[in-house]
């Protein structure tokens, strides 16, 4: 279950990265002791108590115009937009400082709920340092270390509290598909061709597309939900202080959806951005469709699809197994290709394979290919089963994960996709080590 989002602020050296870190049990934010070294909005997924959320890190606000600091503002500003929860934290060991009285006083401002965490209180006979932060506003300060975790559990029960009721929002019926891709890219467009009515705002301005848009629409007679999403563009590169964009709202779309369609520029041809837009969706595990559009504005000889094909392989390796559409938008070339694709690659995502035959594939590929010897012992599979779907995944039983090199897992892979036709899916194996009777 997806609760919602919570947002951490605060000026510069608090302790906002650490615990973010803390929090999502990574090392994800850097963490220094020079102030400002978080100048863009970090996302993460976080869960507590089995409710999942989103975490987003900012840069520090500074009352002095220091470097970045209207570019820092602009981002804070996005992420509150964004979040259910507001965390401010603040620095118990340096006290109340004027900034702290500037940030509260901009939250305030804001119709959304905020938890008061005053951070590096390491002690906890010290938790009297705490009292003076009251004079803030925003309601009883929490005591935390997020250097030794102390408190975290107890502020996440606070925002947990706090978060809004979303188990009423509409929920269409069907598919889900979300759209996405760089910006100016032609996804509103496309969305318009495959609904054949203009639902969505076209323009040629990048960003037109504020926010997710769902429509739902039949085809056929079965219903679908598309949804439009603002153009993701590569963290650090853009400050949208003034087009309100966010990559988060891409992400729970890409979250949310049951079909990816990722479009690329065909006339502009593949970009080092389109990489990390993809990467959000593989990494979701979602199935995926790629989308080459403005193909009626491409030169073309007889060639030209294959070219871009096994570029599109090559740049793409991850998305082997994702297939490849060629159209056009603005003409609606191949156009009604795209849902019979959803249907397919869906259906292949949510496929359950009966033990039996998938063991016996396992054998099979066991003895046409055997796992090499790695340091005179050989990897091997007694048993396989499915354990979930959307993505399928696969948990093999076997004598040691760690002989399992990454060339033959992909191998595994390949048996099980020419076995079961899983186009379109990308494919999760668990190696567990078999326990002995």
């Known amino acids: 279950m997806n609760t919602g989002v919570i947002a951490i602020v605060g000026r510069p050296n608090v302790g906002k990265s650490t615990i973010f870190n803390r929090i999502i049990g990574e090392r994800l934010s850097i963490v220094e002791d020079t102030a400002g070294v978080t100048r863009d909005r970090i996302y993460a997924a976080g869960e507590w108590l089995g409710k999942t959320f989103r975490l987003i890190d900012t840069g520090g606000i500074q009352l002095e115009n220091e470097p970045f600091q209207e570019e820092i503002r602009a981002q804070v500003q996005i992420a509150v937009d964004e979040a259910d929860v507001i965390v401010m934290v603040c620095d118990g060991k340096t006290g109340l400082s004027d900034d702290d009285a500037y940030i509260a006083s901009m939250l305030q401002k804001q119709d959304k709920p905020v938890v008061l965490a005053v951070n590096m209180i390491d002690d906890p006979d010290k938790v009297i340092n705490i009292y003076e932060f009251y004079s803030l506003g925003l309601g009883d300060p929490m005591a935390v270390s997020g250097l030794h975790g102390l408190g975290i559990g107890d502020l996440l029960d606070a925002c947990m509290a706090k978060m809004p009721d979303k188990d009423n929002e509409e929920e269409y019926q069907g598919i889900h598909i979300a759209v996405i891709g760089e910006p100016n890219v032609g996804k509103s467009s496309l969305v ?246």
Not at 323 to 335: C, E
Request: glycine share 4%; proline share 5%.
């Open 192 to 437: 318009n061709a495959i609904l054949r009515e203009n639902r969505s705002i076209v323009s040629d301005i990048q960003g037109t597309t504020r926010d997710a848009i769902d429509t739902p629409f039949e085809y056929e007679g079965e219903p679908y939900v598309i949804v439009d999403t603002a153009g993701i563009r590569k963290r650090g590169k853009v400050y949208e202080s003034i087009e309100k964009y966010s990559v988060l709202r891409a992400m729970k779309a890409i979250e949310r959806c049951d079909v990816v369609l990722f479009l690329i520029d065909g006339e502009k041809g593949i970009r080092e951005q389109d990489k990390h837009v993809a990467g959000y969706a593989s990494e979701a595990g979602k199935p995926l469709i790629i989308v080459v559009n403005k193909w009626d504005a491409v030169e073309k000889d007889d060639k030209t699809m294959n070219r871009f094909t096994e570029q599109i392989r090559s740049e793409f390796a991850y998305l082997s197994y994702a297939p490849i559409l060629y159209v056009s938008a603005k003409t609606h070339q191949r156009v009604t290709e795209i849902i019979p694709k959803v249907n397919e690659v869906y259906e292949n995502a949510t496929r359950r394979i009966p033990t039996n035959i998938l063991n016996e594939v396992i054998a099979d590929t066991q003895i046409t290919n055997p796992a090499p010897a790695r340091n005179g012992k050989r990897f091997r599979i007694y048993y396989a089963t499915q354990v979930a779907s959307l993505p399928p995944t696969f948990v093999l039983s076997c004598n040691d994960p760690k002989l399992m090199h990454f060339t033959y897992q992909r191998f595994i892979e390949n048996s099980l996709r020419r076995a079961f036709a899983l186009e379109g899916t990308p494919i999760r194996i668990i190696t567990r080590k078999k326990i002995s009777e």
